[in-house]
Structures are given as C-alpha cells and as structure tokens.
C-alpha cells in the first residue's frame, strides 16, 4: 500500500490550499480515508476522515473551514482548507488501513501559514 500526498506549501492567514493523496495496492473505493496533521512539538491529530461510503467527520478546529472528499476513480482523497490560519501550520498526512487494520501512513506535505 502506498500514499502519497501533495499539494503543502506557504500560503498566507485567510489563504487556501487544496492537499491531495493518491492511492495504490488498495481497493480504494471501500476504505475509509483520513488527514492528519502534526505541528512542531505536539502529538499526530485527526484533521478530518471520509468514510467509503462519503460519511465525513471534522476536528472542532477545522469545521466550517476544511472539506474532505474523495474520487474513487482516480483513487485520490482532498483535503480542501480555506480561512487557513497559523496555528493550521504543521505536516499533514494522509491514513488509510490496510487488509490487516494496520494504519498506513503517507509521507507528509508541509503547510505553513504565515504572513
């Protein structure tokens, strides 16, 4: 199973940015799918998840702001952020579980959000 994340960058407060994790070695369509986020000093936190069947949940800290959503067809799960903030910066990481359960990670993307 492989992860792999896109799309961090440096975008000033009030900015947005759309993050991407392409999928593969899964049946993508019936896995739930997550994002992540680690800032400096501080534990790996949920962001936000979509399940297979396009349930999604948020964080209390992103709600209103973030959007997740996924494209079976192109085996690919979003994380859309708008009204970004500096306390948004941190690496962010998409999670899925393999046939085992076991988490799968992918690399990271870095947003960074300062002015």
């Known amino acids: 199973v492989q992860l792999q994340a896109s799309g961090g960058g440096l975008v000033q407060p009030g900015g947005s940015l759309r993050l991407s994790c392409a999928a593969s070695g899964i049946v993508f369509s019936i896995k739930g799918m997550g994002w992540y986020r680690q800032a400096p000093g501080k534990q790996r936190e949920l962001v936000a998840r979509?399940?297979?069947?396009?349930?999604?949940n948020y964080s209390d800290s992103v709600k209103g702001r973030f959007t997740i959503s996924r494209d079976n067809d192109k085996e690919t799960v979003y994380l859309q952020m708008n009204s970004l903030k500096p306390e948004d910066t941190a690496v962010y990481y998409c999670q899925t579980k393999n046939y085992w359960q076991e988490d799968v990670w992918g690399q990271g993307t870095q947003v960074t959000v300062s002015s």
């Open positions: 979509i399940s297979s069947g396009g349930y999604t």
